[in-house]
């Protein structure tokens, strides 16, 4: 069997994400392999939902499988997140094709790709970094050409990973409102969908999402705790130096000193506001935040590539033979549920990419608006659609 592979935080899942799978299995006509942030997502918080549910509505939303995206890739940069995503695909075995959404589909990311390895390209990028750029910046110099969304950054890091794993990518028009923008329509952004559900308005998301998805927030408790979630934060703040903070996060260039005076703020937002610069972008300052919260030493999220395919949900038709290939033609060892000792006789990897994951979700229960339910990943089986 082959599939093509999508990457995704479906958070939450909305009709853009329907739109762009039914789009891919017209071009392809593939079975759909999604890999998905666990539970906490690129933007640098919480997921809205958490990993399993995100993953089920996927699933009814027209995916096959599912699979996580390790912490440890999640709560990273946009290079690193678009290279652990592929490389997990690549791992499947099954995986010839990713597609990906774009604002900008005639682009050919291909080539941008193949011109950002060469070898003067590399050391203009080096060049530029000395000069002060930041390096997304960087990167659009030396390349020659401007990344102009966020979208676009991704999909030119999708090429990036994709050239070294043999992949072919397919960009896809992205339809509807724009990553950040807010305002609610038929193929609103999850940003304007989170931000209106925030603010009491699940009538008026009615629209942007399937009618499931809808039915599954009326029933269930989404988002998260913002005090408690600043809390938590501005106590490791408070009780860690610069060189503290440091040692588990990927600051640079200083960054943990403007974080140390983030301490001062009373919210999450004024911290994100008061250290966010051309330089530093709101996103980045938040991964920052939250993997201090995690207080691990950096070099753990810093896994330079997947140790584990990790299951969280698939059809019974489809899904299920594409999950009984993959045993066969696997790089990576398949985990469909923990059991008490899950990581006995694996590598150091494999053992703390494993831990981080248990820890984001263990974190993410403990800022959510609902009762707390640690070590849901010990009890939790991946969904299966009948």
């Given at each position: 069997?082959?599939?093509t592979?999508?990457?995704?935080?479906?958070?939450?899942?909305?009709n853009g994400?329907?739109?762009?799978?039914?789009k891919?299995?017209?071009?392809?006509?593939?079975?759909?392999?999604?890999?998905?942030s666990?539970?906490f997502?690129?933007?640098?918080?919480?997921?809205?939902l958490?990993?399993?549910t995100?993953?089920?509505?996927?699933?009814?939303g027209?995916?096959n499988?599912?699979?996580e995206l390790?912490t440890c890739?999640?709560?990273?940069?946009?290079?690193?997140?678009a290279r652990g995503s592929?490389?997990?695909?690549?791992a499947?075995?099954?995986?010839?094709?990713?597609?990906?959404?774009t604002?900008h589909?005639?682009t050919?990311?291909?080539?941008?790709?193949?011109n950002?390895y060469?070898e003067e390209?590399?050391?203009l990028?080096?060049?530029?970094?000395?000069?002060?750029?930041s390096?997304?910046v960087?990167?659009?110099?030396?390349?020659?050409?401007?990344?102009?969304?966020?979208?676009d950054?991704?999909?030119?890091?999708?090429?990036?990973?994709?050239?070294?794993?043999?992949?072919?990518l397919h960009?896809?028009q992205?339809?509807?409102?724009?990553?950040?923008d807010t305002?609610?329509?038929?193929?609103?952004s999850a940003?304007a969908i989170?931000?209106?559900?925030?603010?009491g308005?699940?009538?008026?998301?009615?629209e942007?999402m399937p009618?499931?998805?809808?039915?599954?927030?009326?029933t269930?408790?989404a988002?998260?705790?913002?005090?408690?979630?600043?809390?938590?934060i501005k106590?490791s703040l408070?009780?860690k130096t610069?060189?503290?903070?440091?040692a588990?996060?990927?600051c640079s260039?200083?960054?943990?000193?403007?974080?140390?005076?983030a301490?001062?703020?009373?919210?999450?937002?004024?911290?994100s506001k008061?250290?966010t610069?051309?330089?530093?972008s709101?996103?980045?300052?938040?991964?920052?935040?939250?993997?201090?919260?995690f207080?691990?030493?950096i070099a753990?999220?810093?896994?330079?590539h997947?140790?584990y395919?990790?299951?969280?949900a698939?059809?019974n038709?489809?899904?299920?033979?594409?999950?009984k290939e993959?045993?066969k033609?696997a790089?990576?060892?398949?985990?469909n549920?923990?059991?008490k000792?899950?990581?006995?006789?694996?590598?150091?990897?494999f053992k703390?990419?494993?831990e981080?994951?248990i820890?984001a979700?263990?974190?993410r229960?403990?800022?959510?608006?609902?009762?707390?339910?640690?070590?849901k990943?010990?009890?939790t089986?991946?969904y299966i659609?009948?």
């Amino acid at each position: 069997m082959r599939a093509t592979g999508i990457v995704a935080e479906y958070n939450p899942f909305h009709n853009g994400h329907a739109l762009h799978i039914n789009k891919t299995k017209e071009l392809l006509g593939q079975p759909i392999i999604a890999v998905m942030s666990g539970s906490f997502v690129q933007r640098g918080e919480p997921a809205f939902l958490d990993k399993w549910t995100r993953a089920q509505l996927a699933v009814v939303g027209g995916a096959n499988l599912v699979i996580e995206l390790p912490t440890c890739f999640s709560l990273r940069s946009a290079e690193h997140f678009a290279r652990g995503s592929v490389e997990l695909l690549a791992a499947t075995g099954l995986v010839n094709n990713i597609s990906c959404g774009t604002e900008h589909p005639e682009t050919n990311f291909t080539d941008l790709a193949a011109n950002y390895y060469k070898e003067e390209t590399q050391s203009l990028i080096k060049k530029y970094l000395s000069e002060g750029f930041s390096y997304a910046v960087a990167n659009e110099k030396a390349i020659g050409h401007s990344l102009a969304s966020p979208n676009d950054i991704l999909a030119f890091e999708y090429a990036k990973a994709c050239l070294k794993e043999n992949i072919d990518l397919h960009a896809i028009q992205r339809e509807g409102a724009g990553y950040n923008d807010t305002d609610i329509q038929a193929l609103a952004s999850a940003s304007a969908i989170r931000k209106a559900w925030r603010n009491g308005n699940l009538e008026e998301i009615k629209e942007c999402m399937p009618a499931f998805v809808i039915r599954t927030l009326r029933t269930t408790i989404a988002g998260c705790n913002e005090h408690r979630l600043w809390s938590l934060i501005k106590y490791s703040l408070v009780t860690k130096t610069p060189e503290e903070i440091a040692a588990v996060t990927e600051c640079s260039e200083g960054l943990e000193n403007l974080l140390k005076s983030a301490e001062a703020c009373s919210t999450l937002n004024a911290a994100s506001k008061l250290c966010t610069s051309k330089r530093y972008s709101t996103s980045r300052i938040r991964r920052l935040l939250m993997q201090l919260l995690f207080n691990k030493p950096i070099a753990e999220l810093r896994q330079e590539h997947p140790a584990y395919i990790r299951i969280l949900a698939f059809d019974n038709t489809v899904g299920r033979e594409l999950l009984k290939e993959m045993k066969k033609t696997a790089t990576l060892p398949i985990i469909n549920k923990l059991g008490k000792n899950p990581a006995h006789g694996q590598s150091k990897a494999f053992k703390e990419s494993l831990e981080l994951d248990i820890l984001a979700t263990n974190l993410r229960e403990l800022v959510s608006n609902t009762d707390t339910n640690l070590n849901k990943d010990f009890t939790t089986s991946p969904y299966i659609r009948y």
